[in-house]
């Protein structure tokens, strides 16, 4: 398995940035897709963005939109996401992750995670 470990989440007011990074050690990152996903108290896990490791292809969930960029550093085994425009519904836990199966949305296929990290958006 991978190791993850997020940082950069913290307290925010609305219209405001934080970006998010994610450091993975333990195994090469070249077979995995790696996943930015979010959830909030009596919810799912909602996918937000990804990126397969072999090819740096970006993929971003419907929660996303153009706020969030997703990107990666190959040399630092990093993984970040930039927030802008932040809203009070973009609060939530934000976990990184990383799966075998590439182009994936489901947490179901990620099977390393990461510890979280909270994001709050204040109005």
């Known amino acids: 398995q991978v190791q993850l470990v997020e940082s950069g989440g913290g307290l925010v007011q609305a219209g405001g940035s934080l970006r998010l990074s994610c450091a993975a050690s333990?195994?090469?990152?070249?077979?995995?897709?790696m996943g930015w996903f979010r959830q909030t108290p009596g919810k799912e896990r909602e996918f937000v963005a990804g990126?397969?490791?072999?090819?740096?292809?970006?993929y971003y969930g419907d929660s996303a939109t153009a706020r969030f960029t997703v990107s990666r550093d190959s040399a630092k085994n990093t993984m970040d996401l930039q927030m802008n425009s932040l809203k009070p519904e973009d609060t939530a836990v934000y976990y990184c992750?990383?799966?075998?199966?590439?182009?994936?949305?489901?947490?179901?296929?990620?099977?390393?995670w990461g510890q979280g990290t909270q994001v709050t958006v204040s109005a």
């Open positions: 333990g195994r090469t990152l070249r077979a995995y897709a």
């Open positions: 992750a990383a799966g075998r199966l590439f182009g994936s949305r489901n947490p179901r296929n990620f099977d390393s």
């Open positions: 990126i397969n490791w072999n090819d740096g292809l970006k």
